[in-house]
Structures are given as C-alpha cells and as structure tokens.
C-alpha cells in the first residue's frame, strides 16, 4: 500500500536559517507528490506539487522540493527562514489514475526562533 | 468564486445524537472527499466521491455516511456520535484524481 513518512514530529530553526523537511514515500512507481501548509486554525493551502516533468520544483513563499526517485523522497527546503512560516507542514501521495486517493504523512510543526 | 466552504465552523454534540456537516463547492470539481484530523495523526481520509452518484469508503469510514447527488455538494452523516469521532473535519476537492486538492476551512467537532 502506499504510504508517506515524514520523520519527526517538530522542527525548530532560528530565522534567516535554512529550513529542511522531509518526506519519503513508498511506491513502485512515481507517485504524483504535494506539499500542504496549515497556519493555525485554517484549512490546508497547496505549497508546491510534483506530477511529472522537472524534478526540482518551486513554490509559494520561496519553498521548493526536489523529487528523487532513487531515494523515494520529496523534500521541502527554503533558504531563509521568516517568523511567518510558523505552521504545520504535510507531505502528500497520490498515485496516477482516476480514481486515486491523496494519502498524507502525519505532519511536522515548524517552529521559527527570533 | 467561494472555493470549498463548509458548516457549521464548530459545532457540540452530545453522545448518541446525529447531525450533518455541509461542503459545497463552486469549481465545478468531480472529486470531493472528506478527511478528519487528529494530533499527529495527520489527515485522514473518511470518504471520497468521484463524480455525482459516485462515493466510496476511505481509511476510516466508520460511524459516517455520504452522498453525493450534485456536483456542488457533498455531506458528511455522523450517525450516532460518539466521543471519537471527536475531531476537526476537512472537505476537499479537485477536477480529477491526479489534481490539486482545494481545502475547506473546517469545521471543529466535540462530543461530549
């Protein structure tokens, strides 16, 4: 079946720092990969996703994510951190088809140090 | 365009008792689903519907009903709460299956 880990359950950074979160996923074949941010209290707003093509993608508020096959993973990275990206952070798995279901990692909190 | 909105915001209910949480949404997506979310849990999928007259059971379906008999919308029947099902509710939706999934704001539920 497919699945989704993200390791650790909290990350803190002080700001300007880099900010690194990582998400491997488990599957024969390359799923398409997303990345959902949640501020507190509000619902889940899309990053950044990976359905085919260049492999290093970038997003909103200068997040990007590369996709390595080879090592199943998807990680999230930004150069510099800033105190507004404080939230939660969920990596997402949905395999090609029509009727394929997102399956989402358990999420990492991320905390930005002043 | 309002995008996925749902209701109640929050809602309290007592064990035993029924009610309903409304998603609509004005994109016109044949893809909607419902997930709950629990501390570090993560999200998790309850039930999904493909298109109108289409829905099928996800992780934990237990306990829930769906429909689906516009595109527009698509309610969750908590059928005799109980305490677990004590939790925050997100409807999503997407044009297809491999797309963007558009989230809803949520609707917080406590039974007591």
């Known amino acids: 079946a497919q699945s989704v880990t993200q390791l650790g359950s909290h990350v803190s950074v002080s700001e300007g720092a880099l900010v690194l979160l990582r998400c491997n996923y488990s599957s024969s074949v390359p799923p398409y990969l997303f990345w959902y941010v949640q501020y507190p209290n509000q619902g889940l707003q899309l990053l950044l996703k990976y359905t085919t093509g260049a492999t290093l993608v970038k997003g909103i508020n200068g997040f990007e994510a590369e996709f390595k096959k080879s090592e199943t993973s998807f990680h999230l990275t930004k150069p510099s951190a800033h105190m507004s990206d404080a939230a939660e952070y969920f990596c997402a798995v949905r395999f090609t088809g029509a009727n394929s279901k997102l399956t989402f990692g358990k999420g990492i909190t991320l905390s930005v140090r002043p | 365009n309002a995008g996925v909105t749902q209701t109640p915001k929050f809602q309290v209910l007592k064990t035993g008792q029924s009610m309903t949480l409304q998603c609509a949404q004005d994109m016109n997506h044949e893809y909607m689903s419902w997930y709950r979310q629990d501390p570090g849990m993560g999200l998790r999928l309850i039930h999904y519907?493909?298109?109108?007259?289409?829905?099928d059971q996800g992780e934990v379906p237990n306990g829930y009903n769906v429909s689906r008999s516009t595109t527009e919308d698509f309610p969750l029947r908590l059928l005799s709460a109980a305490p677990s099902q004590t939790s925050v509710y997100f409807c999503?939706?997407?044009?297809?299956?491999?797309?963007?999934?558009?989230f809803g704001p949520g609707t917080r539920l406590t039974v007591t």
């Open positions: 999503a939706s997407s044009a297809y299956g491999g797309a963007e999934q558009y």
């Open positions: 519907s493909v298109g109108a007259g289409i829905t």
